[in-house]
């Protein structure tokens, strides 16, 4: 009897082991493969956005980097929430990647019921940072922030264009008309890009977008900025803009643009994304692209990433309350 016992024992004990051993291989074996296929990263907001673009043009020098193609694809909805959300579907070392930023996870899941949190999902590498503006169109007569503050005296209601209701731009323009003691309304676009055509085309007279997407239109004075979301004034060859920080407001946050992995993926594969993400984003062809488009390239790592979007959960929380 304590023979058989024995014998079962050191059966089970090698079945254990080889189980243990081919598992080891296997995860060795998915971290040497990946990519074993195409690669896709996932833009959650609009087709022609800032980040649509920049997704694509790093397509185009992939090849070389990941071994496999890289393919951009778009799913909107509700400022990127159902792109997030659908992406939880994929389990760890997918070849799919996703755009997100402070808006995904530190705004969203404050002014709105999501399924998916933070900690589903690992930071690889930032892409870019940008600067928001609140732009008008010329018919409403505001053409500063001292404009903007009069029109608020007078009691007009302030209603602005931007990416979703649960955006970080619709939370940085909401807690500033609310500072100046004035009454807004958010009108949601799937983009910033088609927040910024709505003014335009003057189907809306206010809109909060890129400053870099902005830019020719203001050149040629489709629109009129007003204020600069950030803590330094914006100057350059086209803008001349004052900070909210220099009016007393502390509602602003950089915009950044980071791509995500799901949570479990091997380290040894999230750091594969990145070496080749940051070799694409440092060729000096796609530094050129970006320099067309007007993008900021600002190559920053998982834990930088990672300890921003943590940093802007505080200043959410104090304003998210005016976007629910």
């Not at 022609?48 to 951009?72: C, H, I, T, W, Y």
């Not at 900690?119 to 940008?130: H, L």
């Not at 809306?204 to 870099?212: K, N, P, Q, Y």
Request: with cysteine; charged share 20%.
């Amino acid at each position: 009897m304590k023979s058989l016992k024995k014998l079962l024992a050191v059966s089970l004990a090698g079945v254990l082991g080889l189980s243990l051993l081919t598992g080891c291989k296997e995860d060795k074996k998915a971290q040497q493969e990946w990519p074993s296929g195409p690669v896709t990263i996932i833009t959650p907001w609009a087709v022609g956005g800032l980040a649509d673009q920049v997704n694509r043009a790093m397509s185009e020098f992939s090849k070389a980097q990941f071994g496999q193609p890289l393919l951009a694809d778009n799913i909107l909805g509700s400022g990127g929430a159902v792109a997030l959300t659908e992406y939880l579907k994929e389990k760890p070392n997918s070849t799919k990647m996703i755009f997100g930023g402070e808006g995904s996870f530190a705004i969203a899941p404050l002014t709105m019921k999501v399924a998916y949190k933070f900690e589903d999902f690992v930071p690889v590498i930032n892409v870019y940072s940008s600067t928001f503006i609140l732009l008008t169109n010329p018919r409403t007569g505001v053409k500063s922030y001292q404009d903007l503050a009069q029109a608020i005296k007078e009691g007009k209601e302030i209603k602005i264009g931007a990416n979703g209701v649960n955006s970080s731009e619709a939370l940085q323009s909401a807690a500033l008309i609310d500072e100046m003691g004035g009454k807004f309304k958010i009108i949601p676009y799937e983009g910033a890009n088609q927040a910024l055509a709505a003014v335009v085309s003057g189907e809306i007279d206010f809109a909060v977008t890129h400053a870099s997407l902005a830019k020719e239109f203001a050149k040629a004075g489709n629109i009129i900025p007003v204020v600069a979301f950030d803590n330094k004034p914006l100057k350059d060859d086209v803008y001349d803009l004052p900070a909210v920080t220099q009016f007393g407001h502390d509602t602003w946050m950089t915009n950044i643009c980071a791509v995500f992995m799901r949570a479990g993926t091997d380290p040894a594969n999230v750091e594969k994304a990145y070496n080749a993400l940051k070799n694409i984003m440092q060729e000096p062809k796609f530094q050129q692209v970006a320099k067309n488009i007007g993008v900021n390239i600002d190559i920053q790592d998982s834990q930088w990433v990672k300890s921003y979007i943590d940093s802007t959960m505080v200043k959410a929380k104090k304003y998210a309350e005016l976007v629910k």
